[in-house]
T-cell receptor, first 116, second 116 residues
Framework: ETGVTQTPRHLVMGMTNKKSLKCEQHLGHNAMYWYKQSAKKPLELMFVYNFKEQTENNSVPSRFSPECPNSSHLFLHLHTLQPEDSALYLC???????????????FGPGTRLTVT | AQKVTQAQTEISVVEKEDVTLDCVYETRDTTYYLFWYKQPPSGELVFLIRRNSFDEQNEISGRYSWNFQKSTSSFNFTITASQVVDSAVYFCALSEGTSGTYKYIFGTGTRLKVLA
């Protein structure tokens, strides 16, 4: 399989549930990202991992917990979410960000999350 | 601070018309990167182009062309002879060249509808 894959594609969960989103990239990248995309809002960067180390946490509530066991896999663990957390969650990867060099990101298809 | 503005929320054109999507950015850095992405209804953002701040050459790729003007901080995207398959949301994004910065700032997107 090529590119960036995400599972599941759709998820409905209650506010007391615990679930995880999975992202896998087959592009040989070392940087991975989680974004949240809500209706009528810009893409919100949530977390960034560079060589498995978290380098950015964009003031995300603790009910979202990321995990990056290796450069190819990224998880987002969810617990006690709120209805306003319903959104499309996008994973992306890129070559690592270094000074003076910028690389495009490659995105997965996203997980459409609905919190009831 | 970084900022990307896509003032056009939605544009509708008839097939075969040319259309230009505007992108204006703000940055204090001299080294930065600009990107355009396409998000079709399937949800996955597709990378279209990357441009660094030192390369003001316009680029053409098939029916797509990009006009980068540092003097006006704009990076506009033109689709020539639009087709129904071009219908999507288009995002402009900015990434600065500062070491340790991993943020990509996205605009709010322009929804393009191409009518048959």
């Amino acid at each position: 399989e090529t590119g960036v894959t995400q599972t599941p594609r759709h998820l409905v969960m209650g506010m007391t549930n615990k679930k995880s989103l999975k992202c896998e990239q087959h592009l040989g990248h070392n940087a991975m990202y989680w974004y949240k995309q809500s209706a009528k809002k810009p893409l919100e960067l949530m977390f960034v991992y560079n060589f498995k180390e978290q380098t950015e946490n964009n003031s995300v509530p603790s009910r979202f917990s990321p995990e990056c066991p290796n450069s190819s896999h990224l998880f987002l663990h969810l617990h006690t979410l709120q209805p306003e957390d319903s959104a499309l969650y996008l994973c992306a990867s890129s070559h690592p960000r270094v000074s003076g060099r910028g690389y495009e990101q490659y995105f997965g298809p996203g997980t459409r999350l609905t919190v009831t | 601070a970084q900022k990307v503005t896509q003032a056009q929320t939605e544009i509708s054109v008839v097939e075969k018309e040319d259309v230009t999507l505007d992108c204006v950015y703000e940055t204090r850095d001299t080294t930065y990167y600009l990107f355009w992405y396409k998000q079709p209804p399937s949800g996955e953002l597709v990378f279209l182009i990357r441009r660094n701040s030192f390369d003001e050459q316009n680029e053409i790729s098939g029916r797509y062309s990009w006009n980068f003007q540092k003097s006006t901080s704009s990076f506009n995207f033109t689709i020539t002879a639009s087709q129904v398959v071009d219908s999507a949301v288009y995002f402009c994004a900015l990434s600065e060249g500062t070491s340790g910065t991993y943020k990509y700032i996205f605009g709010t997107g322009t929804r393009l509808k191409v009518l048959a």
